[in-house]
C-alpha cells in the first residue's frame, strides 16, 4: 500500500510540474491579449482573465469523460488556438509594412476593446483548460486503481491527483500572468514568442483530436507516448529560449513613435 502512495505522490509532482508549464502558457497568452488595453483596463481585464481560467478548470475537472471523449470539443480548443497563433504570426511576418498606418487605429481600438478582449481571454481559456485536463488525466490513468471509491468517471485516487494538479496550476497563473504583464514592456520580442507557442499548444490538441477513436488518423497512445512527449516539450523549450535571447523591438517601436 505504501508502494501505492508513493507512486501517486510521485505521479503528483511530475502533474504539478507540467501544469506550471501549461499554467504559464496560458499566463502569458493572457498577459498578451490584455496588452493592447490602457493600464486600467489591462488590469480589469487580466483579472477577469485569472477568474475565468479558474472556472474552465474546475468546470473541465467535472466534465472530464466529456472533455475526453467527444472529440469536436478538441477540435474547437485546437482550432481556436491554432487561429490565435497563426494570425498573430503572420501579422508580424506580413503586417509590419503597414504598422505606422495603423497606429492610431489601434490605439483608437484599444480604448473600445474592454469586452472584446475580454471574450478572446475567455476563449483561450477555455482552450487552455481543455489541454490541462487531457494532460492531466493522460498522466493519471496511468496510475494503479486505489482504494477509494470512483469520481467523476475516475478512480478516486486519480482524480484527487488531477484535481491537486490542477489547483497547482491555476495558483501558478495567478502570479505568473502578472509577472508576464511586466516581462512583455521589458522583452517585447516575446510577444511573438507567446504566439508561436500558442499555435504550438494547438497542434498538441490537434494531434489528440486526430488520435481520437472515432478519427483514428494516428494511433490512439500516440499523443501521449514518450516520442511525441519529448518533441513537445523540446520545442516549446527551444522556442521559450530563442524568443528570450531575440533582440527585442522596443528601439523600433520607439523610433516609429
Known amino acids: 500500500m505504501d508502494s501505492l502512495w508513493l507512486e501517486y505522490a510521485w505521479a503528483l509532482l511530475i502533474l504539478i510540474g507540467l501544469e506550471g508549464l501549461l499554467s504559464a502558457d496560458n499566463a502569458l497568452v493572457l498577459a498578451v491579449i490584455a496588452k493592447q488595453l490602457p493600464e486600467e483596463q489591462k488590469k480589469r481585464a487580466i483579472n477577469y482573465g485569472i477568474i475565468m481560467a479558474f472556472v474552465f478548470r474546475f468546470a473541465a475537472l467535472f466534465a472530464i469523460s466529456f472533455i475526453a471523449n467527444v472529440w469536436q470539443v478538441q477540435a474547437i480548443g485546437a482550432a481556436y488556438l491554432l487561429y490565435l497563433g497563426l494570425k498573430h504570426i503572420i501579422q508580424a511576418r506580413f503586417g509590419r509594412k503597414n504598422e505606422s498606418m495603423h497606429k492610431e487605429e489601434k490605439k483608437e481600438a484599444a480604448g473600445k476593446g474592454f469586452w472584446p478582449t475580454v471574450g478572446k481571454i475567455a476563449l483561450a481559456d477555455l482552450a487552455f483548460a481543455i489541454d490541462s485536463i487531457l494532460a492531466a ?62 499555435a504550438w499548444v494547438g497542434v498538441k490538441l490537434a494531434v489528440i483530436t ?25 520545442v516549446l523549450v527551444a522556442v521559450a529560449v530563442i524568443g528570450w535571447f531575440a533582440p527585442g523591438n522596443k528601439a523600433t517601436e520607439t523610433s516609429h513613435t
Open 210 to 234: 486526430l488520435a481520437h477513436d472515432d478519427i483514428g488518423v494516428f494511433d490512439h497512445d500516440f499523443p501521449h507516448s514518450t516520442g511525441w512527449t519529448l518533441t513537445f516539450y523540446a
Open 137 to 198: 488525466v493522460a498522466l493519471a490513468l496511468g496510475l494503479p486503481d486505489s482504494p477509494l471509491r470512483e469520481f467523476g468517471g475516475m478512480d478516486g485516487g486519480q482524480f484527487i491527483v488531477v484535481l491537486l494538479g490542477g489547483i497547482a496550476g491555476l495558483v501558478l497563473i495567478k502570479y505568473a500572468a502578472t509577472w508576464f504583464v511586466k516581462l512583455l514592456g521589458q522583452r517585447p520580442a516575446l510577444e511573438t514568442t507567446a504566439y508561436v507557442i500558442v
